[in-house]
C-alpha cells in the first residue's frame, strides 16, 4: 500500500472529521462499546477547528496515492517542555496498513528533533494503539480511571470542604497555573491555559483553587462541553483536597449533562469521593510517554481535548 504523509489543509476538514468520527466508532462498536461519537461525522468537526487555532499546521494525513483518500490523521501539540499527540486515527479499511505507524513516526521524528519527550493519553482497553506506541518506544507511565456522572438540571449539589476557595480563572492565573504545574509535573502549557481562559468560542471553563493561606494557585482545572467531547480537565492539584473541591466546581459547570473525567487511580480519596457522588466509571487509560518522564507530585487529570499527556 502506498500513501504519503502531509501536513492537512482546511481542504481536509470534513474528510478528517468524517475519519474520525468512523475509526473511533467502528473500534469501540467492534469491541462490545457503545459509539462514542454520535450526531454524525460533522460533530467531530471540534478537533480540527480547535486544534488548528491553537497549533496550526500541525495536523498530519497518510493520503491513499491512487485515491487520494485519506487513510490516516493525527494532531501534535508542541509545547515548552514537551510535545503531546492528539487523536490518531486510521481509516477501518486501512487499520494494520501501516499508516497510523508512519503519522506517528512523522512525530516522534518532530518531538527528537525539538530534544522533547512526547506524551498521550492512551485507551487501555484498546490493545491496537497500546500496541502501535509501546512496540514504538513509549512507556506507560501512569494509570487513570474514566469516570462519568449525570448532573442534575439543577446544577451539582454537592459542596465539599474547600469549594469557596475556587473561582474562574482569569489571565493573571497563568504565570501561577504555569509554575504550579512545572513543579507537579515537569510540564506547561501556558496556550492550553489561555485559549481556555479566554473561551472565544465558548465551549471552554477554567478553574482554580487558591490556597487561603498562602493565596497561591493550589490546582486548576478545566473542562469542554461539546456534543463530541463533554470532558472535565485538563488539571492538576497539589492533593485530593484541592482536586475534589475543583472538581465539584467544573461539574456544576454542565447542569442537565454528563460529562466525563480521568482520575489517577491511586488517587484514593478523590476517587471515594466521585463513588460517593454517583460516578460510575466506563473506561481505563494510560499517560505514555516517549522519552523522559518526571512522575506526578500532585494529583493529574488529563484531557483529550486539548490532548494534555
Ligand atoms: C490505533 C490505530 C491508529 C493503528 O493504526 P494502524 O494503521 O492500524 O497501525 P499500523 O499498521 O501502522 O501499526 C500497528 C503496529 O502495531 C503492531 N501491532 C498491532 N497489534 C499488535 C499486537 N497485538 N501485539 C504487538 N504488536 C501489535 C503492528 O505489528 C504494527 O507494528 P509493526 O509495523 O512494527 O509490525 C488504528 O487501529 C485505529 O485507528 N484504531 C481506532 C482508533 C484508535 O484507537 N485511535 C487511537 C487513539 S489513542
Known amino acids: 500500500m502506498s500513501f504519503t504523509v502531509r501536513t492537512m489543509t482546511q481542504a481536509d476538514r470534513h474528510e478528517v472529521s ?22 454524525g461525522p460533522s460533530s467531530c468537526d471540534v478537533f480540527f477547528d480547535v486544534y488548528e487555532t491553537l497549533d496550526p499546521g500541525c495536523g498530519i494525513v497518510a493520503e491513499h496515492n491512487e485515491t487520494g483518500k485519506l487513510m ?13 499527540l492528539g487523536i490518531m486515527t486510521a481509516h477501518p479499511n486501512h ?3 501501516g499508516a497510523g505507524k508512519a503519522l506517528l513516526q512523522f512525530i516522534i521524528d518532530f518531538s527528537e528533533g525539538q530534544q522533547k519527550p512526547l506524551r498521550l493519553t492512551q485507551s487501555a482497553i484498546n490493545v491496537d494503539s497500546f500496541s502501535l506506541y509501546n512496540k514504538t518506544g513509549f512507556v506507560p507511565r501512569h494509570a487513570y480511571q474514566d469516570m462519568f456522572l449525570e448532573i442534575p438540571e439543577a446544577g451539582f449539589a454537592h459542596q465539599p470542604e474547600g469549594l469557596s476557595h475556587v473561582r474562574p480563572a482569569t489571565e493573571h492565573d497563568i504565570p501561577e497555573m504555569s509554575e504550579l504545574e512545572f513543579q507537579l509535573a515537569g510540564i506547561t502549557r501556558d496556550k492550553d491555559y489561555q485559549y481556555l481562559i479566554e473561551n472565544q468560542d465558548g465551549l471552554w471553563s477554567m478553574s482554580v483553587y487558591i490556597c487561603p493561606e498562602s493565596g497561591k494557585v493550589a490546582g486548576f482545572l478545566g ?23 475543583l472538581l465539584a466546581h467544573q461539574l456544576n459547570q454542565h447542569p442537565g449533562k454528563t ?15 466521585a463513588y460517593d ?9 494510560f499517560c505514555q510517554v516517549y522519552g523522559d518522564f518526571q512522575p506526578f507530585q500532585g494529583v493529574n487529570i488529563p484531557t483529550f481535548m486539548p490532548e494534555t499527556g
Open 18 to 39: 468524517e475519519l474520525i468520527y468512523i475509526s473511533i466508532n467502528y473500534w469501540y462498536q467492534t469491541h462490545g462499546c457503545p459509539p462514542i461519537f454520535t450526531g
Open 72 to 84: 490516516a490523521s493525527c494532531f501534535y501539540h508542541p509545547r515548552e517542555h514537551h510535545v503531546s
Open 95 to 97: 487499520f494494520g496498513s
Open 223 to 245: 473542562s469542554c462541553s461539546h456534543p463530541a467531547t463533554n470532558l472535565i480537565g485538563p488539571g492538576i492539584a497539589v492533593d485530593d483536597r484541592v482536586a475534589i473541591a
Open 259 to 273: 460529562p466525563v473525567f480521568l482520575l489517577p487511580v491511586e488517587s484514593e480519596t478523590l476517587v471515594r469521593t
Open 277 to 285: 457522588w454517583g460516578a460510575r466509571n466506563c473506561e481505563m487509560h
